[in-house]
């Protein structure tokens, strides 16, 4: 072996000389610092017992709830319903079930009680200027034409008493906008000929800005109070990603435990709200004439937004002004369109009278036509406004 060699074996002999004589060589451990590491080692396994434990019992919680759904959702699929059905509404259930949780957590401390409705007025800039910290603008807004139960299931038969809540909540403020609510005293009654809801809002324009929610607890009225039964629970979120340029009707549809819920809706571009009023002003309407007031807007076709419908009772004509209570007043209007009011007048199954009028869009103040119908001629007044994208 050379010099070069013996020298690098020397050299690697002692470097395995130190490594075993550290190896050897065992750190000082004090009794105290023992029982402090036993102690640490005692509390990181209870630790883990107790999480252990934690997790099992919501595993075990969670799944008796899966089994009782999974069973529940057999015993009606083996009745003979549709299982795509019962899935989609098993799903929108459980998000409903979910959603008042969800709100609590990331809206409460912010916006209040969950049940609030929306304090924001209609009418905020018609007669006076945004401020300097207002928003004011023409956004994409939806407009609820009609709700109706689309089908029945579940045994149910028509006709059934309805009551209950349906809202719709958006990003002004998060709160309810309600647009039905009836307490279970005063069901309305719906028939396979007229299956419609008769809606009495929203209070105010309902803005689109990434989603709103439909929230609806719809019951239907048994012989007893414990014999109701839900028709639609769910809290389902419309949601309008590829904002069109223009306006357009749409239809979506939710599954509930005894029926389908088929919301009618405009999505409005640009728009503008309007809050319509309406009062007679000579004459008087007669009595026995069935009152239907609509508006509609030359974007959305002939969809009829119901602003009344007396049916068989009387006009309700309040105050010494001859002011007719609408049971709806709030639409929104593309900023450069036309909002279009109607009036019908029927005689039993006979339309006495018929008129319309057209409204040019503002983005404020008001407009006021006039409605002569033969027996009665009213006074139609449009209050304009921006529109409020937060509060």
């Not at 060589?25 to 107790?50: H, L």
């Not at 279970?184 to 009495?200: A, G, W």
């Not at 414990?226 to 599954?255: G, N």
Request: glycine content about 6%; some cysteine; proline content about 4%.
């Amino acid at each position: 072996m050379d010099l070069r060699g013996r020298r690098r074996r020397e050299i690697q002999t002692k470097i395995e000389t130190h490594h075993k004589q550290v190896s050897s060589v065992s750190p000082i451990i004090t009794p105290q610092e023992k029982e402090r590491q036993e102690q640490e080692r005692e509390e990181r396994i209870a630790m883990m017992a107790r999480v252990a434990a934690e997790f099992k019992a919501e595993w075990d919680k969670n799944e008796a709830v899966w089994r009782a759904e999974a069973m529940a959702m057999r015993e009606r699929i083996e009745a003979g319903e549709d299982p795509e059905y019962v899935r989609n509404y098993s799903d929108l259930a459980a998000q409903a079930a979910e959603f008042r949780d969800t709100w609590n957590e990331m809206y409460s401390p912010y916006f209040g009680c969950f049940e609030e409705t929306t304090k924001i007025p209609n009418m905020p800039f018609t007669y006076k200027k945004p401020g300097r910290n207002q928003s004011a603008t023409t956004p994409t807004t939806l407009q609820i034409i009609s709700l109706k139960v689309a089908r029945i299931r579940g045994g149910l038969q028509w006709p059934f008493h309805v009551f209950g809540m349906v809202a719709i909540r958006d990003m002004v403020d998060h709160k309810r906008n309600i647009i039905f609510d009836r307490p279970r005293h005063c069901c309305q009654i719906l028939t396979q000929e007229v299956p419609y809801l008769q809606l009495t809002g929203p209070t105010r324009a309902i803005v689109v800005d990434n989603s709103v929610t439909f929230e609806v607890d719809l019951k239907v009225k048994g012989a007893t109070e414990s014999e109701d039964e839900c028709l639609s629970f769910l809290a389902a979120s419309y949601t309008d990603f590829f904002e069109s340029l223009k306006s357009r009707l749409l239809k979506r549809q939710y599954a509930g435990k005894l029926g389908t819920l088929e919301f009618e809706l405009g999505s409005m571009v640009y728009s503008v709200e309007a809050t319509i009023s309406v009062r007679v002003t000579s004459g008087s309407w007669p009595d026995g004439f069935r009152a239907q007031f609509s508006a509609s807007t030359e974007s959305l076709g002939d969809a009829e937004i119901i602003l009344l419908d007396s049916g068989d009772d009387k006009v309700p004509v309040v105050g010494h002004l001859g002011s007719i209570k609408l049971s709806r007043c709030v639409v929104t209007v593309e900023s450069d369109g036309l909002l279009r009011f109607s009036v019908k007048a029927w005689k039993g199954d006979d339309i006495v009278a018929r008129r319309k009028k057209a409204f040019k869009a503002k983005r404020a103040g008001p407009s006021v036509g006039t409605l002569d119908i033969g027996f009665c001629t009213m006074s139609v007044n449009i209050a304009w406004s921006l529109i409020s994208t937060w509060y």
